[in-house]
């Protein structure tokens, strides 16, 4: 279910990431339009495991209102106009509107870094915009990347008036779009925080995108498809592993996820470049997670979760890795539980908004892996209930964050919970842990 109002770009973009969950593991191309498209594809990206860059097209508008699109140009040149936009080339205004629009692409192109542009042929390609009005921008964006030979192309966006989704379905695809209000206002009006994003903000996500692709490039990051069987079945995981990991974080989602969750994905993205091998796996087939009890039944949980600690100790690339464990919701009552049975195995623990009351009064006590309970201090049960395990569990440590729910879905929120994960694996899991 879509959450409007959006709280602000970042948010729209995780959302709009569980909607191309299928893309994670593809390595897509997320192709943002500077400049409120940045950010969106900024998370987007990371959370997908895909890379970033822009595409560089600019609106022609109106002669006498700016900001009414009637078409626009891409940095070869070439002009897209809307159906109404006629009365407007008589006197050459088109003409030189675009001519001027393009000098300002030039210019933006060489102050974003003169790398060369990423090649598109046969990969999935997203490009993305924080919103659809009129459309002329992104449609002329399609258009131009069409051209370099996508194996997919897809449009992605939040919000988009309807009849302009509509339209762009001939240029893309597959257009996602997550909210079309029947009555569509500025596209301001769907976000809390609708900042202005500037270039150099656009310059700043470039150049850590850069040197993030750089960086995993360097570590030899791979990410595969795996399968972990569990009695009859096999549930659907993806490892991601760098050349050189120093330790590999398994991931337990909540209630109502998946291994698709961008919010894992965003965290898992971190773990990553920090040098730990992560994995993401579904602890409950299609049918069962139907089932509304099965996402509770914290004994069924722990036992995917142990299978999964068996199938990593099975792999002659994972085995010597020390081993944590990453649980949220009802997850981190399973990795509470698997940790207390198997002490020797996991090597440190972190829990995002867990339930450590739904892990059991007996196991608590036996989890000997230093463990970091990090809360929202706005969810007041779950803060409460880790308050509790904390009295009880032997190495714990709680993070209360200020102003976050349970969904840390508040700006900057997930990027410390992610910092705080990262940090506490690198001081206990790598062998020389304290």
Known sequence: MVRLPFVDRADAARQLAAALAEYQGQRPVVLAIPRGGVPVGQVLAEALGGELDVVLVRKIGAPFNPELAIGAVDEHGQIELNAHAGRYGEDGYIRDEAARQLAVIRERRQQYGAAAPLSLDGRVVIVVDDGLATGSTMQAALDAV?????????????????????????????????ASPPTFGAVGYYYRDFASVNDAEVMRILRQARSQDAANAARGITVSTVRIPTGQLRLEGELALPAQAQGIVVFAHGTGSSRHSPRNHAVAAVLQRAGFATLLFDLLDAEEDTDRSARFDIKRLAQRLSAAIDWVREQPNLVALPIGLFGTSTGAAAALRVAAQRPNDIAALV??????DLAGPVALPKVVAPTLLIVGSNDVEVASVNRVALGTLPRAQLELLPRAGHLFEEPGVLDKVAELARDWFARWLPAGRD
Not at 146 to 170: E, N, Q
Not at 351 to 356: E, I, K, V
Request: hydrophobic share 40%.
């Open 146 to 178: 069409r051209k370099r030979g996508p194996a997919k192309l897809v449009c992605a966006v939040p919000i988009g008036a309807a009849d302009t989704v509509k339209r762009l379905s001939k240029h893309a695809d597959r257009v996602v779009c997550l």
């Open 351 to 356: 829990s995002r908004g867990g339930r450590a």
